[in-house]
């Protein structure tokens, strides 16, 4: 007999950050595995552009900077079975800038989507999210192995961590966990130097960056695995061993 539980077959999966990278995987993973998908995106064009890819997926604009937007997204969006949050640019220059040159508005300004727009999407989202439910939130690996230039990343991943599990014992029944991605090789990332890519891929065990399929793959298991909550997921290649 098939465990019903551990299927996605029937359910609405939200997928903020949906338009592309390792979002857009997990949207595709997800409506492979059967669920209704719901993409958000702050960009329209991008809305679209990913909704003619992704066959009978559905999308909505949504600012994670503004709650307004936030609120007008799931009051339109209805009820639900899991939300993943992808959304946010590690890629600015204040995420990656040494504490003496750090402009402190802007340093303000790195929690904006990563924090503080994903508590804004649980805050209107679990008003209408299945008590079964699960939500996934993003961190990074430097809150587990910081490095020279990078305070501010350092910071946020570590900030997403700690609210996931508070958000975890709040929020009970529903599930929270987050997915800690290394090197995934989005977009973005593909436009990294080669040898600054292979300069932090070459020590891992798996010495390469991830896809976003094989990063989408820690999104779906933790919405399929009811028994998980409060729990970080790394996918980085081993890069915690070494």
Not at 21 to 36: M, N, P, S, Y
Not at 75 to 99: K, Q
Request: charged share 15%; glycine share 12%.
């Amino acid at each position: 007999m098939t465990d019903t539980r551990m299927s996605l077959d029937g359910k609405r999966v939200v997928v903020i950050g949906g338009a592309s990278g390792i979002g857009f995987a997990v949207a595709e993973l997800a409506r492979a595995q059967g669920a209704a998908v719901v993409i958000g995106s702050s960009t329209g064009a991008n809305v679209s552009a990913a909704l003619e890819r992704l066959q009978d997926a559905t999308g909505r604009t949504v600012d994670l900077r503004d709650e307004a937007s936030v609120a007008g997204f799931f009051g339109e969006l209805g009820a639900f079975d899991h939300l993943a949050i992808t959304a946010g640019d590690w890629g600015g220059s204040t995420f990656f800038a040494s504490s003496g040159d750090l402009d402190l508005t802007q340093a303000r300004e790195c929690f904006t989507v990563r924090f503080w727009g994903a508590l804004a999407a649980v805050k209107h989202g679990c008003r209408t999210i299945a008590r079964d439910g699960s939500i996934t939130l993003t961190s990074g690996m430097l809150a587990h192995r910081p490095r020279k230039g990078a305070p501010m990343a350092t910071a946020v991943a570590g900030a997403v961590e700690h609210l996931t599990r508070g958000l975890a014992m709040d929020l009970i029944p529903v599930r929270v966990n987050a997915v800690c991605p290394g090197i995934v090789l989005t977009d973005h990332v593909k436009q990294m130097p080669e040898a600054m890519l292979q300069s932090i891929v070459a020590p891992l065990p798996v010495p390469r960056g991830a896809s976003p399929a094989e990063a989408a793959k820690a999104y779906i298991y933790l919405m399929l695995n009811g028994y998980a909550t409060g729990q970080i997921l790394p996918i980085d290649g081993g890069g915690l061993v070494v």
